[in-house]
């Protein structure tokens, strides 16, 4: 009886070795969805499991705030995942993975993301690649054009003014009784690109510098069209803090005249709107300095912590490859980061005429983006400005301080922020 | 069965007295629960105060650099505390302001509206099992469930404002004006809540003797003397412990409200909690330092209110011994 049990044993043994021999390695990313990327990735990424059985990759899909409110946390505490997908781009460069020694043919990520490779840099590098965009985001507007139909008011052309396009959308909302004429995401990296069309810096040389002269004109434009009715309370409003409010809903149900966001939208206007009514993206308005949005987007980062450095840098090479990174794209519908594609053109699978036209204006919008709106992007500590911009701001609309008080308070937050970050 | 089960609940226990003497056994009883409660309880107030007494943004405690009452001098730095515009951190007072108007109102509102549900739930009545359970039943939501019913009622284009634009009215901005807003923090957090309170107040007015209601009866007491002479002397134990929870509950108040306003509008209906919330860990720079100096400084105010409660609920045990 004993025989038999050590057999029984030892066959079970030599049962589980080769298979713990050739037990693949985890790879887990941390992923966010505006839209249907995350189904694209997993069908890309079971492509490269097959074809690299050696490593298998877990895509845990989470909620956006985790990215923004707990990833930073784990991160810190050293329990970051081995790869995450993240929109504060600089947030905590110090903690990414130099992926330069590992990948296969570092010139083709310089040479392809040669414009983006310094998002997700450190302070201080200027040559490591420390992430993949997996998406380009340009902020822009969205217009129901079915609304400036039904009111006979023509679309204001690509160059009109931010003025321009208020007066009409409060026209068309006046005809049409649609509740919300203009509609901003409740985002201070939303209201960046309108300021520095207004003139707005952000820097003074090399430091921040929220409020000046040209965010000022901006700053006043928005709280004067939350008086006069050109904005609904609804959304910078109806919250407080720094939390983020979108309208893509209220623009869907046909309530928003001009909808300001990014391009982002279109996948899920595609599919909540499709062609129940006509809408679209537009040239951003003109201010005197510029007729800009706000770059953006999401990367994909490896983490110093990471156990499998090598196995993460292969996924994340696979991702870059171009066939792959073209084939990705063209599900999602998201603009590239890759120079090379970008001049190519991607071979978009939409067949609406309202996602078409939408992705030529963002085209558009990209190529007037300003050298500002760059250089705040590439800003590692841009949220404090985003977030002092926000809280305060609303503070000023929900009426609890005046314009000018909340300036003063934008300018003190600023600063607080950057001490407490160790800035100088 | 029952013998062999004994012995083998026995004999681990026989083996620790064997090891640790008899007069110890006590501790070892209570060391599984010191455990836990050193773990979940004691060591985050200690991390707490490391927190409070250091600065930067690192979350890990070894790389804080030490900073002293800094972050207490910054916090507390105000021309007037009562003009929360003249303080450096006029959101944590505004915080502070808005959380004293919300427990002030609240609790006077929670306490009364419970008080009078145990009153109306403990006569005899048809259906009286159910509409217990009725007035129960919002305790058992989650606050996220509880928040997001309530954004349905209250939005502009939700139920109330199509009742009330149904009526010929104007549409409300019941979220979206700073009043309204606030009040509506109120009575959601008092709805989702009295049910527990009503449940406390309930078992105290049943543990109240008939025979004394009986002996008013007989001598033609007015209903209103009566319980103002008997229910509600007899009820002040449960009365007590209501307030002393209700206290402190709606000092802590945060995930309903949080869902259903964000604090918002402007900071209107922000609390203390989600202050320290946001400033450890909404924002990118992540102030853990001013954060836990805050939450110490409720605790400080939450023990304060609570002991003064516990001396009042003692004085009162001692004149009714008397």
């Given at each position: 009886m004993r025989t038999l049990l050590r057999r029984a044993l030892l066959a079970g043994i030599a049962a589980v070795l080769p298979m713990a021999a050739h037990a693949a390695?985890?790879?887990?990313?941390?992923?966010?969805?505006?839209?249907?990327?995350?189904?694209?990735?997993?069908?890309?990424?079971?492509?490269?499991?097959?074809?690299?059985p050696?490593?298998?990759?877990?895509?845990?899909?989470?909620?956006?705030?985790?990215?923004?409110?707990?990833?930073?946390?784990?991160?810190?505490?050293?329990?970051?995942?081995?790869?995450?997908?993240?929109?504060?781009?600089?947030?905590?460069?110090?903690?990414?993975?130099?992926?330069?020694?590992?990948?296969?043919?570092?010139?083709?990520?310089?040479?392809?993301?040669?414009?983006?490779?310094?998002?997700?840099?450190?302070?201080?590098?200027?040559?490591?690649?420390?992430?993949?965009?997996?998406?380009?985001?340009?902020?822009?507007?969205?217009?129901?054009?079915?609304?400036?139909?039904?009111?006979?008011?023509?679309?204001?052309?690509?160059?009109?003014?931010?003025?321009?396009?208020?007066?009409?959308?409060?026209?068309?909302?006046?005809?049409?009784?649609?509740?919300?004429?203009?509609?901003?995401?409740?985002?201070?990296?939303?209201?960046?690109?309108?300021?520095?069309?207004?003139?707005?810096?952000?820097?003074?040389?090399?430091?921040?510098?929220?409020?000046?002269?040209?965010?000022?004109?901006?700053?006043?434009?928005?709280?004067?069209?939350?008086?006069?009715?050109?904005?609904?309370?609804?959304?910078?409003?109806?919250?407080?803090?720094?939390?983020?409010?979108?309208?893509?809903?209220?623009?869907?149900?046909?309530?928003?005249?001009?909808?300001?966001?990014?391009?982002?939208?279109?996948?899920?206007?595609?599919?909540?709107?499709?062609?129940?009514?006509?809408?679209?993206?537009?040239?951003?308005?003109?201010?005197?300095?510029?007729?800009?949005?706000?770059?953006?987007?999401?990367?994909?980062?490896?983490?110093?912590?990471?156990?499998?450095?090598?196995?993460?840098?292969?996924?994340?090479?696979?991702?870059?490859?171009?066939?792959?990174?073209?084939?990705?794209?063209?599900?999602?519908?998201?603009?590239?980061?890759?120079?090379?594609?970008?001049?190519?053109?991607?071979?978009?699978?939409?067949?609406?005429?309202?996602?078409?036209?939408?992705?030529?204006?963002?085209?558009?919008?990209?190529?007037?983006?300003?050298?500002?709106?760059?250089?705040?992007?590439?800003?590692?500590?841009?949220?404090?400005?985003?977030?002092?911009?926000?809280?305060?701001?609303?503070?000023?609309?929900?009426?609890?301080?005046?314009?000018?008080?909340?300036?003063?308070?934008?300018?003190?937050?600023?600063?607080?922020?950057?001490?407490?970050?160790?800035?100088? | 069965m029952?013998?062999t089960l004994?012995r083998l609940?026995?004999a681990p226990?026989?083996a620790?007295?064997?090891?640790?003497?008899?007069?110890?056994?006590?501790?070892?009883?209570?060391?599984?629960?010191?455990?836990?409660?050193?773990?979940?309880?004691?060591?985050?107030?200690?991390?707490?105060?490391?927190?409070?007494?250091?600065?930067?943004?690192?979350?890990?405690?070894?790389?804080?650099?030490?900073?002293?009452?800094?972050?207490?001098?910054?916090?507390?730095?105000?021309?007037?505390?009562?003009?929360?515009?003249?303080?450096?951190?006029?959101?944590?007072?505004?915080?502070?302001?808005?959380?004293?108007?919300?427990?002030?109102?609240?609790?006077?509102?929670?306490?009364?509206?419970?008080?009078?549900?145990?009153?109306?739930?403990?006569?005899?009545?048809?259906?009286?099992?159910?509409?217990?359970?009725?007035?129960?039943?919002?305790?058992?939501?989650?606050?996220?469930?509880?928040?997001?019913?309530?954004?349905?009622?209250?939005?502009?284009?939700?139920?109330?404002?199509?009742?009330?634009?149904?009526?010929?009215?104007?549409?409300?901005?019941?979220?979206?004006?700073?009043?309204?807003?606030?009040?509506?923090?109120?009575?959601?957090?008092?709805?989702?809540?009295?049910?527990?309170?009503?449940?406390?107040?309930?078992?105290?007015?049943?543990?109240?003797?008939?025979?004394?209601?009986?002996?008013?009866?007989?001598?033609?007491?007015?209903?209103?003397?009566?319980?103002?002479?008997?229910?509600?002397?007899?009820?002040?134990?449960?009365?007590?412990?209501?307030?002393?929870?209700?206290?402190?509950?709606?000092?802590?108040?945060?995930?309903?409200?949080?869902?259903?306003?964000?604090?918002?509008?402007?900071?209107?209906?922000?609390?203390?909690?989600?202050?320290?919330?946001?400033?450890?860990?909404?924002?990118?720079?992540?102030?853990?330092?001013?954060?836990?100096?805050?939450?110490?400084?409720?605790?400080?105010?939450?023990?304060?209110?609570?002991?003064?409660?516990?001396?009042?609920?003692?004085?009162?045990?001692?004149?009714?011994?008397?």
């Open positions: 390695t985890e790879i887990r990313i941390m992923w966010y969805n505006d839209g249907n990327e995350g189904e694209v990735a997993r069908d890309l990424l079971n492509r490269f499991e097959a074809a690299n050696d490593i298998k990759v877990v895509l845990d899909q989470v909620p956006y705030k985790m990215i923004t409110e707990n990833l930073p946390q784990l991160v810190s505490s050293g329990q970051a995942p081995d790869i995450a997908r993240i929109t504060d781009l600089g947030g905590q460069a110090d903690q990414y993975l130099d992926l330069g020694p590992l990948l296969k043919d570092r010139a083709y990520w310089e040479k392809n993301f040669a414009a983006v490779l310094p998002w997700t840099r450190p302070a201080g590098n200027t040559t490591g690649i420390f992430g993949l965009m997996t998406q380009l985001t340009v902020t822009m507007p969205i217009v129901n054009e079915t609304l400036f139909q039904q009111a006979g008011i023509p679309l204001p052309g690509p160059k009109a003014t931010w003025q321009e396009w208020a007066i009409a959308a409060k026209a068309v909302a006046q005809k049409t009784g649609a509740p919300i004429p203009i509609a901003m995401d409740r985002s201070g990296h939303r209201m960046a690109g309108p300021a520095i069309s207004m003139g707005a810096k952000f820097f003074d040389g090399d430091t921040p510098a929220l409020v000046d002269d040209g965010f000022k004109v901006m700053t006043k434009l928005l709280y004067d069209w939350h008086r006069d009715g050109t904005m609904s309370k609804q959304i910078w409003g109806s919250v407080g803090g720094t939390a983020y409010r979108g309208a893509n809903e209220e623009f869907a149900n046909g309530q928003v005249v001009l909808y300001f966001s990014g391009n982002w939208q279109f996948p899920q206007f595609a599919k909540t709107i499709g062609d129940g009514f006509d809408w679209h993206g537009v040239n951003n308005p003109c201010g005197p300095a510029a007729c800009t949005g706000m770059p953006g987007g999401a990367a994909l980062v490896a983490y110093k912590s990471t156990k499998h450095p090598a196995e993460a840098a292969r996924v994340l090479d696979y991702l870059a490859s171009e066939p792959v990174y073209a084939e990705f794209h063209a599900r999602t519908l998201f603009l590239t980061a890759h120079a090379g594609l970008a001049a190519k053109g991607i071979a978009y699978k939409a067949d609406m005429p309202q996602v078409r036209k939408s992705l030529e204006a963002a085209a558009a919008n990209v190529l007037a983006l300003s050298p500002v709106a760059y250089k705040l992007q590439g800003y590692a500590r841009n949220r404090i400005l985003f977030n002092a911009l926000t809280v305060r701001l609303n503070q000023a609309i929900a009426g609890e301080m005046s314009l000018d008080d909340a300036w003063g308070r934008m300018t003190s937050d600023v600063a607080d922020g950057l001490k407490a970050a160790g800035v100088k | 029952i013998t004994a609940i026995d226990f026989d620790l007295q064997r090891r640790f003497g008899a007069a110890r056994m006590p501790y070892v009883f209570v060391a599984p629960n010191l455990l836990v409660f050193g773990i979940f309880v004691a060591a985050p107030m200690i991390l707490n105060v490391w927190y409070a007494i250091t600065g930067g943004t690192q979350f890990m405690p070894a790389d804080r650099p030490y900073v002293g009452a800094s972050n207490f001098a910054e916090l507390l730095d105000c021309t007037n505390h009562f003009i929360p515009a003249t303080c450096k951190q006029d959101r944590f007072w505004r915080a502070v302001a808005n959380t004293s108007w919300f427990v002030a109102f609240q609790v006077i509102g929670l306490v009364a509206i419970s008080l009078l549900t145990a009153l109306i739930l403990n006569r005899r009545m048809p259906w009286r099992g159910f509409f217990r359970a009725v007035f129960f039943y919002p305790v058992l939501l989650s606050p996220v469930v509880v928040a997001l019913i309530w954004k349905w009622i209250l939005q502009p284009d939700g139920v109330l404002n199509a009742i009330v634009v149904g009526s010929g009215g104007a549409r409300v901005p019941f979220l979206l004006d700073p009043g309204w807003a606030f009040s509506w923090t109120i009575v959601v957090s008092i709805w989702a809540h009295m049910g527990f309170y009503t449940l406390i107040l309930l078992a105290g007015l049943q543990a109240i003797p008939a025979d004394l209601y009986e002996a008013a009866e007989m001598d033609g007491t007015p209903h209103v003397r009566v319980f103002w002479r008997i229910t509600l002397p007899l009820l002040m134990p449960n009365m007590l412990v209501v307030l002393v929870l209700a206290l402190i509950r709606a000092v802590q108040s945060f995930d309903e409200i949080f869902v259903l306003t964000g604090g918002g509008p402007g900071t209107a209906t922000q609390y203390i909690v989600q202050y320290i919330y946001e400033t450890a860990f909404a924002n990118q720079t992540h102030i853990l330092g001013l954060a836990a100096t805050a939450s110490m400084l409720v605790g400080g105010v939450l023990l304060v209110l609570t002991l003064l409660q516990l001396a009042a609920s003692a004085r009162a045990r001692g004149e009714a011994g008397r």
